[in-house]
């Protein structure tokens, strides 16, 4: 059974679960919005997180002058695939650094090698 949370407290759990990432790497993050989000977009309601933007890797000397990357966290299907608050905590830290991770370069199959599938 999904496990019935507010928009108030899950959005206490992303900010918690930034929280957590080490100072070092938030200070390196540029240019980027994290964002909690009822829904994913139409087609995909599996989806947990989504990064869209231009990877710190990928910037280049003609990057500027773009609106801010986003991190997109969704509350619902976080909230479907969980049995209580606490497998929240765990899968909404899950979903932050993976989407996190992406900002940094780093690609799925190796968020999947490093166990942060």
Same mark, same amino acid.
């Given at each position: 059974?999904? %496990? *019935?949370?507010?928009?108030?407290?899950?959005?206490?759990? &992303?900010?918690?679960?930034? /929280?957590?990432?080490?100072? =070092?790497? +938030? !200070?390196?993050?540029?240019?980027?919005?994290? +964002?909690?989000?009822?829904?994913?977009?139409? #087609?995909?309601? !599996?989806?947990?997180?989504? @990064? =869209? $933007? @231009?990877?710190? *890797?990928?910037?280049?000397?003609?990057?500027? #002058? %773009?609106?801010? !990357?986003?991190?997109?966290? @969704?509350?619902?299907?976080?909230?479907?695939?969980? !049995? /209580? =608050?606490?497998? &929240? &905590?765990?899968?909404?830290?899950? *979903? %932050?650094?993976?989407?996190?991770?992406?900002?940094? $370069?780093? /690609?799925?199959?190796?968020?999947?090698?490093?166990?942060?599938?």
């Amino acid at each position: 059974m999904p %496990v *019935t949370m507010s928009k108030e407290r899950f959005e206490e759990l &992303v900010g918690e679960a930034l /929280d957590e990432v080490p100072e =070092e790497l +938030l !200070d390196l993050m540029d240019n980027v919005v994290i +964002l909690v989000v009822d829904d994913p977009p139409a #087609g995909e309601p !599996d989806l947990l997180g989504l @990064y =869209e $933007g @231009y990877s710190l *890797t990928e910037r280049g000397w003609d990057y500027s #002058g %773009v609106l801010p !990357d986003r991190i997109s966290i @969704y509350r619902n299907p976080i909230l479907a695939i969980c !049995d /209580d =608050e606490d497998d &929240v &905590v765990d899968e909404v830290a899950i *979903t %932050v650094v993976h989407e996190i991770a992406h900002h940094f $370069g780093i /690609d799925d199959r190796k968020l999947h090698a490093l166990g942060w599938g």
